[in-house]
């Protein structure tokens, strides 16, 4: 009947489905499947453990570069300065030199190059050279910085193609003939100045240069059969032209330090038209109640000393102003010529300014004042200060730690137990480490604040500090970050060979080697 077939039909749809039902009751899991779970866990538990030991590192890495952030700008200047009175007599001198460049600089309009120029020729006890049209404060500066020092006799002259040597270095001494000597008047002239200024130096005729050269380079001057020390701190020469002939060659590279000197811009000619002489000499520095700055003869002397004994120049400062001037005469067209003399000089140079910012070490940054040093026409400083630049941001080797990390990484692999292997391995990796973790706080001091170490600058203008801050800003940040990623891969394979790591998970967790 229907009753019966709708039973039976129940009964076999009943059956099927207990059938499937038992078709997919769990079994037991391979063994070989078990196993894959278990070395999953094992290698996930291995990698954690290592990236959370990289992590408290790293952490620990962090918290010291910060906290020694301050403590480091501190002991800079600390270890610079000394200790005791030695610490207090430079910590003066700084300021000193500070208020004597806010002096010189005061009532002026787009000179700050020009005055730190100036004021750093004079304590390197070098010249100075001022490239630039009439009418540019070149006279005014020499006779501020004249002011400046005590007691110093200030000797200032136009020379033309007619000029003579009476007019530099005085009159043929009418009494000295008579006893036939021929002997010359030098009082109030160029042998017995301590600062002069001499517009159109380029002019010196060939019965001039000899003289004047002994005086610049050897501050000596021949009287007749005598030869007398010349008290000569700094001579700043003012041109309007570079020199034509090779025979001014010679004195042309007796000025160490050269700037360019345009006028005033137009965004700065609403300040120069608002002065109301305030430019005089002696003018006040920072307002009314503040006494003019002197420095004497034996400041410059002493700093001088100073930063010849106690300041040190590293081998990256070495290394950079080699390839430099490599760049200027090998690679550049023309050639930048430049003298042996001027290299040593400019490595004094250097000193001076590391010396004068309460440094014991001359830095990268220093090396920027180069770009008044080393070029021949003013058009190569851009040039000059590109290559600083670019140098200064270079990626600080960071091509040749992967390098050398990817074989650490091999050899690494490579060890399968071997202890002693292992334990050179760890050494190596530690060092790298060490090194790593010192350039990114180099690099985290030089960045912080927006560059202090450019911005506090003392021979850097505001704006030659700025400019350069801004510049190397960016550069800094994408080395910053690619130093921090070497580091924490060094540190993982560190960690990883601490703690016996298995080949194929040290691969895992440094896919990039």
């Known amino acids: 009947t229907a009753t019966h077939r709708s039973c039976a039909v129940s009964r076999a749809r009943g059956a099927s489905m207990r059938g499937r039902r038992a078709m997919r009751a769990p079994c037991a899991e391979p063994e070989w499947k078990v196993k894959q779970r278990e070395q999953d866990a094992a290698i996930s538990a291995e990698e954690d453990a290592v990236r959370g030991r990289v992590r408290e590192v790293l952490e620990s890495i962090n918290a010291s570069s910060s906290s020694s952030g ?31 460049t806010a002096s010189l600089e005061y009532g002026l309009v787009e000179r700050e190059t020009e005055v730190r120029l100036l004021l750093l020729a004079a304590c390197c006890g070098e010249h100075l ?3 630039g049209p009439p009418g540019t404060a070149k006279s005014e500066l020499g006779r501020r910085l004249s002011a400046l020092c005590d007691g110093g006799l200030f000797f200032e002259r136009l020379l033309t193609r007619f000029s ?11 009494r000295g003939l008579e006893n036939d000597q021929y002997v010359r008047q030098i009082d109030g002239y160029l042998p017995t100045a301590n600062v002069a200024f001499v517009d159109e130096i380029f002019k010196a005729n060939s019965a001039i240069l000899n003289s004047l050269l002994t005086i610049l380079n050897e501050r000596l001057f021949d009287n007749g059969s ?11 020469g003012a041109s309007n032209e570079l020199p034509e002939s090779e025979e001014l060659d010679a004195l042309y590279d007796r000025f160490l330090l050269r700037s360019s000197v345009e006028q005033v811009s ?12 305030e430019t005089a000499i002696g003018a006040r520095a920072g307002g009314a109640g503040e006494a003019t700055v002197v420095l004497r003869p034996e400041d410059f002397s002493n700093i001088r000393y100073e930063a010849a004994e106690n300041t040190t120049v590293p081998s990256n400062v070495i290394e950079l102003i080699s390839d430099l001037r490599t760049f200027l005469q090998e690679k550049c067209e023309p050639p930048v010529y430049v003298s042996d003399r001027r290299l040593l000089k400019a490595v004094q140079l250097l000193r001076v300014a590391a010396y004068t910012n309460g440094r014991d070490e001359v830095s990268e940054f220093d ?11 003013p058009s190569e400083s851009v040039m000059i200060k590109d290559w600083i630049l670019e140098r200064l941001a270079q990626d600080r080797g960071t091509k040749q730690v992967q390098y050398l990390l990817a074989g650490l990484f091999g050899r690494a692999c490579r060890a399968d137990g071997d ?11 530690s060092s790298l480490r060490q090194v790593l973790t010192s350039q990114l706080n180099s690099l985290r001091g030089a960045q912080g604040g927006s560059l202090p170490a450019l911005r506090e600058h003392l021979w850097l203008s505001p704006a030659d500090a700025s400019r ?3 510049t190397l800003g960016p550069m800094f940040s994408k080395v910053r970050t690619n130093l921090e990623n070497l580091l924490e891969e060094t540190l993982t394979l560190e960690v990883a060979l601490e703690r016996n790591t298995e080949p194929h998970i040290l691969a895992l967790l440094m896919p990039n080697y």
């Open 419 to 429: 202890t002693d292997e292992c334990k050179q391995l760890l050494k190596e990796a």
């Open 468 to 470: 350069a801050a801004q």
């Open 164 to 174: 003579v040597p009476e007019e530099l270095f005085g009159p043929l001494s009418m």
């Open 226 to 236: 005598e030869r007398i020390n010349v008290p000569l701190l700094c001579l700043v």
């Open 129 to 131: 050279l001022l490239l």
């Open 367 to 377: 090396t920027l004042l180069l770009t008044n040093v080393l070029w021949q026409r």
């Open 70 to 100: 301050v403590a480091s700008g501190a002991a800079t200047v600390g270890a610079g300065a000394g200790a005791g009175a030695a610490g207090d007599a430079r910590s003066a001198l700084m300021d000193k030199v500070k208020r004597a």
């Open 266 to 277: 137009a965004a700065g000619l609403g300040k120069l038209l608002a002065l109301k002489g």
